[in-house]
């Protein structure tokens, strides 16, 4: 049974936002440590398959009481076994792995709601905790993680990586983020007629933790989720299952309208991991997110880590699977610097030279990748993408208008892969692929180290 306050919570009694301030390396293994204390998830869509239920969902508010709406709600439910994505027996199945973690619910779904279809659905399992519309102050409601915070806070745990947030939907990764714990993505009932564009699209985005599709993976996940994570976090974080890798997430990045490009026209960008910014809605996940320490640290460097190696090895070889086979040539090249900036990924290419030859060849040979900076150029007059903030349109027209190939004669026939540390509108690599293949470049595939992740409540 799920065990609900619908009273409003007093906020000024609550603890103020909890910021973990770990060392990187002190926490780097627990994603392959495989335990939590808390495991929450969302409901609809997730829990059960509630999308025709959307009209009636928000009548409940305030109705905790009211007969005739659960009466009608039940009504339209019906039976439960046409519902389930996670069944009761999946439910116990894991309480039986892992008894001493909790589980709970945290939803926008009103109280009236949840109480009546969860009951319903679940009446032999004892939920720990949840959170529901009526739970949360005013204009802390998902993506907000006030919800998750506030389980942890019943359950006297404070230590976000013990919290693992099941959802459907962009605002699930949002409010985990926001949070600072792990999250799994379960995408069950996207493949029932639900797929909404703006809501998962956006969601796989954000790169979570893990994704799933079905519920008979959530226990391999809970057990080491850090096997799951997109390859460059793997290589930091201790797992040691190699089965789920390597992770790169693929996303299409459009360019703006009106800059004079086609339209709807879009380029494909991998990412190996992901970059909280700095923003505060970001700091409990950015304070132990050992990639975007690693990132920072290295800002000013002319050696990098070995595993920033070793994800872009993995790339070439994923990204080019027939090249022991041909006599096929792989061209790796960085994003060159600005005129006043350090020409770090420069110096990360001359470091992936000396690195891939230690490596078995992924050619026929050492020699069929190579490794190059002087195929792309900024001109003069380009401006700090980061440095004076520009917003969206600016990053692109700067691009635009000062990106170019320094030596179109040699680039005819190539392929490529074009490498940059952070991906944030993707217009750095947009451009650079679009300029090789208007000089000829065969095929040209892009590789962020890491996706950026912004603003999770703006």
């Not at 990204?319 to 060159?336: G, K």
């Amino acid at each position: 049974m799920l065990t609900l306050d619908p009273r409003l919570a007093d906020w000024r009694a609550l603890p103020s936002r909890l910021i973990i301030e770990l060392a990187i390396r002190g926490m780097a293994c627990h994603g392959g440590c495989g335990m939590f204390d808390l495991c929450l998830f969302d409901l609809d869509d997730t829990l059960l398959r509630t999308s025709d239920l959307s009209d009636i969902r928000p009548q409940g508010v305030g109705k905790q009481d009211d007969e005739a709406y659960a009466t009608e709600l039940l009504r339209r439910f019906g039976d439960p076994v046409q519902r389930y994505i996670y069944t009761p027996e999946r439910l116990a199945s894991l309480k039986t792995r892992w008894p001493e973690m909790r589980f709970g619910i945290f939803t926008r779904a009103p109280w009236a709601y949840a109480k009546a279809i969860v009951d319903r659905a679940y009446p032999d399992f004892d939920w720990d905790t949840g959170v529901v519309y009526e739970t949360v102050p005013k204009g802390h409601h998902k993506p907000d993680g006030w919800g998750i915070r506030e389980c942890m806070s019943r359950l006297e745990i404070e230590d976000p990586q013990r919290v693992v947030m099941v959802g459907d939907e962009t605002v699930d990764v949002k409010a985990a983020y926001n949070a600072g714990c792990y999250v799994v993505l379960d995408k069950t009932s996207w493949a029932h007629g639900q797929w909404d564009g703006r809501r998962h699209f956006a969601a796989l985005e954000l790169i979570p933790d893990a994704v799933i599709s079905g519920p008979a993976e959530l226990a391999e996940v809970i057990s080491d989720i850090g096997a799951y994570a997109p390859k460059l976090e793997w290589e930091f974080n201790g797992s040691q299952d190699h089965r789920h890798q390597p992770r790169f997430s693929a996303v299409n990045h459009f360019y703006p309208a009106n800059l004079g490009e086609p339209d709807k026209a879009r380029e494909e960008i991998h990412s190996a991991g992901r970059h909280f910014s700095d923003y505060e809605s970001l700091d409990n996940r950015r304070a132990w997110h050992t990639l975007t320490h690693s990132i920072h640290q290295n800002k000013d460097r002319q050696v990098f880590p070995v595993e920033w190696c070793a994800a872009v090895y993995a790339f070439v070889q994923r990204s080019n699977p027939f090249m022991a086979l041909t006599n096929q040539t792989v061209t790796v090249a960085a994003i060159p610097a600005r005129p006043d900036r350090l020409p770090r990924m420069q110096h990360f290419i001359a470091q992936l030279h000396g690195d891939f030859r230690r490596r078995p060849p992924i050619g026929q040979t050492h020699d069929s990748v190579q490794f190059s900076n002087d195929f792309l150029a900024y001109t003069a007059g380009v401006r700090s993408q980061s440095g004076e903030h520009l917003n969206r349109i600016e990053r692109f027209e700067n691009v635009r208008d000062h990106l170019i190939v320094s030596n179109p004669g040699a680039v005819r026939g190539k392929d490529f892969v074009i490498i940059d540390d952070v991906c944030t509108t993707g217009a750095t690599l947009m451009y650079a692929k679009k300029r090789l293949i208007e000089a000829g470049a065969r095929q040209v595939k892009l590789l962020a180290l890491t996706k950026n992740v912004s603003n999770v409540l703006s």
